[in-house]
């Protein structure tokens, strides 16, 4: 065959190969898709987000098209016709194209994943200047068409390096060590993961870049990128399976914490003292208050076993109950401020009340004079909605909040079940001695 005898049997060999390739790349990647659309069907998968999804998602698409160009080259290296001439120009340039962005897709996962919580000056100095050089590079791609910098196609439409191709290259093994230097600086800090993966999509990219410079008929290039491809499927689904079971675990603990964090017998002892000493002096308000009490224990009962979201009128309610009762004990020094501005929509049940506890009494209390106000406002705000538990209270460090004690372990309860159970998030701005303000974000997406 005429395409046979001009590519040569090794070269025809790989693009069957990576044909083949690229049609299980295909499925997939359609496979990858088609589960991410059933889980937004189940109530508890929806919740779930499973890291680095999207992530390898636009790594094979990437991937896809570095081979697809790759194939056409191939085909038509060679061939003199107009359409070859054509066709190797245009897809001679997605090539390096693809390739240039598979060298930026790596570095900026590194940034995402390592260096940017590493904080380190220096690296942080380096992964911006090699940014640069990536844009650099692109911007010699799209003028190699006019200056044949980078490559050149001859008279019988044949690929050749040309005198910039060095620097592309250069470039890119710059890269890659640069990213394998930060990795093993960092190994023992970087998750499972992203360890297990980085193995490969490293070293084997540089071993192709080192033999491509002896050997340019092989494409070694395309070979380790399918290779690392493959790796990284397989080292997906199990990271997958094993994220799956361990939400599944955390959500068990933290349900044990809440229904722990709510049986407080310091606050029950205090809330009946309260009501035995108004039962002589008024009757009514005693009537109040006993019935405030039993419907905030039946609240904090029922959410032991309770399965998804509640209205937020509801979770509100709940946390007037809580505060009548702390109203009870302490009257004028506790003050209630309600700006409600948007009430349609729901919430993890026990997100409100555990923050306005906090606030109560880790940040009123704790004032000197014992005194304090409480604001607990809500608004919508670029199609998310937002609630704020606001106190003028003692205020304390943002960093302390790592810290497993006591004063923090119901806002870093919250803080937990809003990301696994609706991908939520909790905001906390506080100062030492100037109070503190707790905002929760919720999208609507996770409630449709």
């Known amino acids: 065959m005429e395409i046979i005898e001009r590519m040569g ?162 470039n890119s093994i710059l890269t890659f060590v640069f990213i394998g230097g930060v990795c093993v600086l960092y190994w023992k800090k970087i998750d499972l993961f992203f360890r297990k993966t980085i193995n490969i999509c490293v070293v084997i990219p540089l071993l192709a870049f080192i033999l491509n410079v002896f050997e340019q008929r092989v494409n070694m290039n395309n070979i380790a990128v399918i290779l690392a491809a493959l790796h990284i499927y397989v080292v997906y689904e199990e990271y997958k399976t094993r994220y799956a079971v361990e939400i599944c675990r955390e959500m068990e603990r933290m349900q044990i914490k809440l229904m722990l964090s709510q049986i407080q017998p310091h606050f029950l002892y205090n809330s009946l003292t309260s009501i035995i000493y108004y039962a002589d002096k008024d009757p009514g308000k005693t009537k109040t208050a006993l019935v405030d009490f039993s419907r905030y224990l039946r609240k904090n009962l029922e959410a032991i076993s309770a399965e998804g979201p509640v209205r937020f009128e509801d979770e509100l309610e709940h946390t007037k109950k809580y505060l009548a009762l702390e109203k009870l004990r302490f009257e004028e020094k506790l003050k209630i401020v309600y700006e409600i501005e948007d009430r349609d929509f729901s919430l993890p049940v026990l997100t409100l009340q555990p923050l306005v506890e906090n606030a109560v009494k880790h940040g009123i209390r704790k004032n000197r004079d014992g005194t304090g106000q409480v604001t607990i406002r809500t608004f919508r705000k670029a199609e998310k909605h937002v609630i704020e538990v606001i106190d003028d209270g003692v205020g304390f460090d943002v960093e302390s909040l790592s810290q497993s004690d006591d004063t923090h372990i119901g806002v870093m309860n919250v803080k937990k079940r809003l990301g696994m159970e609706c991908g939520g998030s909790l905001e906390v701005e506080s100062k030492p001695g100037e109070g503190t303000k707790c905002r929760i974000i919720l999208s609507d997406e996770w409630m449709e």
């Open 9 to 170: 049997l090794g070269i025809f060999v790989q693009i069957i190969m990576e044909m083949s390739f690229n049609l299980i790349l295909l499925i997939i990647v359609l496979v990858m898709l088609i589960g991410i659309n059933e889980d937004k069907k189940h109530s508890f998968m929806r919740k779930v987000s499973v890291p680095y999804t999207k992530t390898i998602l636009l790594f094979y698409l990437l991937v896809l098209g570095y081979n697809v160009a790759h194939v056409v080259i191939s085909c038509y290296e060679g061939a003199v016709t107009r359409k070859a001439v054509v066709l190797m120009q245009i897809f001679m340039f997605f090539y390096f194209w693809f390739g240039e962005s598979l060298t930026l897709f790596f570095l900026e996962v590194l940034w995402k994943k390592v260096l940017k919580k590493m904080k380190n000056r220096f690296l942080t100095a380096v992964f911006r200047a090699l940014r640069v050089l990536q844009f650099l590079i692109f911007m010699l791609l799209i003028t190699n068409p006019f200056t044949d910098f980078l490559y050149y196609m001859d008279e019988q439409n044949g690929y050749h390096r040309a005198d910039g191709y060095w620097i592309w290259f250069g």
